[in-house]
């Protein structure tokens, strides 16, 4: 079954403790011995911007980028309505199940992600992107966001604005956004990509809408453009696999909609 499919075997609807608690404590545990350690900080470059290349050379697999991601996420979606309250911490801790040897450095990673809630932008791109074979699990960890901005009471619209950039960045739609919210488990087709969500519109966009966001994801990841810049090649042959989604889904909107 390998790594993964070991630690993310006990998954079960909305029960996302357990095996996802372990493999954050691993992830960290696996920063601390690639270096990282009492040193550890979030991983962008000095100019503030995201950086994917160090978050795989740091944390060794798209395993650990998810068990990071997802803690990053819980503490700034806190943040993002003001000081984090003890209720949101709880929910984490209730949510994720996190092992009482793994808390210390959690709790570390946590208080650091909650500095400010800039920049979950690029872990949920991320996210989504290295997942974006398994949407159902994405699904269950929008719930557990879900769950935890109603931890202090009703969500306001900054958590609002919070979450839905989140789903766009998941690739999650319509129907997996209500689920999500409602917190039920993934429905049959959750891995059938949207369209519209990969191009990042909703369906009721107009067809001027959905071209002018199609043109500017294939500015933004086209791999001779991020060649140009020196990104990493392993990380050019995946914006090839991500343009290849992205002109898909534009392929199967003319086609739906007869342009």
């Known amino acids: 079954m390998g790594y993964w499919g070991k630690l ?12 996802f608690g372990a493999m954050i404590g691993a992830a960290l545990g696996h920063a601390a011995d690639s270096g990282a350690g009492e040193g550890f900080r979030l991983p962008f470059d000095q100019g503030g911007v995201f950086n994917p290349a160090r ?14 991601a997802v803690v990053v996420l819980s503490a700034k979606l806190a943040k993002v309505d003001g000081p984090v309250k003890r209720e949101e911490i709880e929910a984490f801790k209730r949510l994720f199940r996190i092992p009482p040897a793994a808390m210390r450095d ?18 949920a791109d991320q996210l989504g ?36 950039r989140v789903a766009r960045g998941f690739g999650i739609a319509d129907r997996g956004w209500e689920r999500a919210r409602e917190g039920l488990p993934p429905g049959r087709g ?70």
């Open 129 to 164: 992107d290295s997942f974006a074979d398994n949407r159902g699990m994405l699904e269950e960890v929008l719930a557990a966001l879900f769950a935890i901005a109603r931890a202090d009471g009703p969500i306001n619209a900054a958590e609002q604005g919070f979450l839905a």
């Open 190 to 259: 959750a891995d059938e990509a949207d369209p519209y969500a990969i191009i990042g519109v909703p369906s009721t966009a107009s067809n001027e809408a959905v071209h002018a966001a199609w043109k500017k994801l294939m500015r933004e990841n086209h791999p001779d453009t991020l060649a140009a810049r020196g990104v990493p090649a392993d990380f050019v042959a995946k914006a090839s696999e991500k343009v290849a989604r992205i002109n898909a889904a534009w392929d199967r909107i003319k086609r739906d909609r007869r342009l």
């Open 55 to 68: 978050v795989t050379a740091m944390l060794g697999g798209r395993e650990q980028l998810f068990a990071m």
């Open 8 to 19: 993310i075997g006990g998954f079960a609807g909305f029960a996302v403790g357990g095996p």
């Open 106 to 123: 959690i709790g570390r990673l946590f208080d650091q992600a909650r500095d400010s809630a800039g920049g979950y932008e690029a872990y």
